[in-house]
């Protein structure tokens, strides 16, 4: 059952009149249910719920579309939100445990709702979404602010982009940090501009000479950039804060691109000057972070293994019209010590008409490092396992890597559609690998860390 594609449905009745779809939430308004449910109240039980889990992005100006910070709007949609929370659509989150995968200990800032929580909010619904008393609220617990602790250096880019149209764009901003000397980062954070708009964003460290631009010059791109990924930011993204003694080492002849991917309203020009923040390492790092690529990109297809449709030599065609086409991947993991590399995270990389993302390791034991069930090219970022360095699953010599993305290359793919839209065309077209949006890649980005001689 597609939840993403239920939820859209909902929030496509929502745009139109909140009633219709918080009357179509499972159970709403029945009331009586389950014990306690006369005392669940918006101020008591409620408001911390949503003000610490779902306002960051639910308030006016942030990309939510509508509030969930007052108890008017609330209550307004108490059915369907109750009935996303309890599906976990909301707050979004993919990397989801499933039958087939379940990783290695928890997630780094999981935003997941307890059970208790989500109980909470399906028996408020249930209860007529009663107030309570604003004199009785449970006092807010203090949300930590997304940003770093310090700021070293902050990058910003010369002029503005407009935002503005019904098409979603994506722009390379090439911001320079000129450093004299090789330096360590610790920190990286995305100084949103315009959260209205900002959809997400991808820093990459690239050679000065591939850069798109020169330092602070603004760039159309869809695909990947050159260089190798460092950071994945979404609407209410985390900044990237690295462990004690993790760094990551630039290289005087470096640069930071930030691909921004901006969705406009549909109904007004909006600008957006997002900077980029560091926080420069104080003492030398033990370990430097490497984030390793693997996987079929534009231009490079190793690894492939023999799949579906293919004609004679494995290869990456998903073709038209074909729903759960399947490309995987093999790689071994070279040598790399006795105690193998630590993996700090791990994230996935397709674009619309990928739907499944999968990855495995295994060697001396069977890990599933991760899957995303419900692909949303929208969500991409990079899941960071919850675990002191020693606790990390590790990369080990002769290891066998393996990637699976499965692909829905018909019209029933909802982001297929509106890809296609935009390109001006009626029905779907074989995809091959390449950079636009209606080509494709199945790319795992592997966060490893490598000890500093
Ligand atoms: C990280 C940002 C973010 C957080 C946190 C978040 N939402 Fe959302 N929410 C969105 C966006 C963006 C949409 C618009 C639809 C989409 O893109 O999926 C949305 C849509 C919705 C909708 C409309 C129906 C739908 O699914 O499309 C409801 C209801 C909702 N959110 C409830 C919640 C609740 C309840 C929470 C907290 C438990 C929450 N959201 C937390 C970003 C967020």
Redesign the pocket.
Known sequence: MNQ?AI??A??VV?SVGLAA?ADDGDGAGAGGAGGGVGDVTYYQDVAP??NR??????QTG?????S?DTYESAKA?AG??????ESG????FDAVETDECDPPGTWRDD?R?SDD?KET?RAWADAGAPEGDPNDATPAEPIPPPELDRVDLELTRDVPSTISGDVDLFHCVTLDPAFAEPTWVDGIHINVDNPLVAHHAITSIVKRADAPGADGEVTDCFGGTAGIMVHGW????KPFDLPPGVGISIQPDEVLVVQMHYHPTGTSVEEDASSIQLRLAQTAPSWELFVQLRGNASNASEGLLPGPNDTAEPEFLVPANVEGHVEEMQYTVPEVGPEGLPLLFVGGHMHYVGRDFKVTLSGAEDECLLQIPEW?F?WQLFYQYDAPIEGLPRLRTGDTLRLRCTYDNSMGNPFLGKALDEQGLAAPVDVTLGEASLEEMCIVALGVLVPVP
């Open positions: 993403r939820s859209r909902c929030w929502m779809c719920i949503l889990s779902c306002a960051g992005c639910h942030q990309i939510g579309g509508f969930l949609s369907v939100l109750a009935a996303n929370a659509v909301m707050p979004p935003p709702l929580e909010l979404v609407p209410g993204g949303d929208n």
